[in-house]
Nanobody, 115 residues
Framework: VQLVESGGGLVQAGGSLRLSCAAS????????MGWYRQAPGNERELVAR????????NYADSVKGRFTLSRDIAKNTVYLQMNSLKPEDTAVYYC?????????WGQGTQVTVSS
């Protein structure tokens, strides 16, 4: 599975950004598809994940109410709309997909939130 990310950048606290991730396979052929992030010195953590088999989306507690994961099935693309951004959201964001129990990752995109 190939994942191509776009979006990210520098934004002030309280601002918004949208990330996109296009997959080389139909989303509903995947076990999961979503976003993780990794800040310097920290482990990679789940941000939001869509589970196609049950049409359910999970969010990290730290982003609930601020981030929204959506999808365009025809484009095999998921989006992460990030609102009310905080400096602690600064990280490299990675698109992730699980297919036949293997994880696939995008190249990562930097999100920097200035205070």
């Amino acid at each position: 599975v190939q994942l191509v990310e776009s979006g990210g950048g520098l934004v002030q606290a309280g601002g918004s950004l949208r990330l996109s991730c296009a997959a080389s396979r139909n989303i509903f052929s995947l076990n999961t598809m979503g976003w993780y992030r990794q800040a310097p010195g920290n482990e990679r953590e789940l941000v939001a994940r869509f589970i196609p088999s049950i049409s359910n989306t999970n969010y990290a507690d730290s982003v609930k109410g601020r981030f929204t994961l959506s999808r365009d099935i025809a484009k095999n693309t998921v989006y992460l709309q990030m609102n009310s951004l905080k400096p602690e959201d600064t990280a490299v964001y990675y698109c992730q997909a699980n297919y036949i129990w293997s994880d696939y990752w995008g190249q990562g995109t930097q999100v920097t939130v200035s205070s």
